[in-house]
């Protein structure tokens, strides 16, 4: 999925979501949601892909060590 597909897709949910609306139409596809939780959480993954999108899909990787102290 391309940057504008995502840019696209997002526009549309949150369209959707201030007129209140729990169905979307996208492509021809039809995506109804249960809840506007359901609407947050797929606004907040759109949100996460673009920004790594943008970022050059950069990902921070943590690493943890541990020992006994001996």
């Not at 526009?11 to 249960?34: H, K, S």
């Not at 950069?58 to 690493?63: A, E, L, P």
């Amino acid at each position: 999925m391309t940057l504008e597909d995502m840019i696209a897709r997002r526009d549309a949910l949150l369209a959707a979501r201030w007129r209140g609306v729990r169905t979307v139409e996208i492509e021809g596809r039809r995506i109804t949601y249960a809840t506007d939780a359901e609407m947050a959480a797929a606004l907040a993954d759109l949100e996460r892909r673009i920004a790594e999108t943008k970022a050059g899909a950069r990902r921070r990787i943590v690493r943890t060590a541990a020992s006994k102290g001996l």
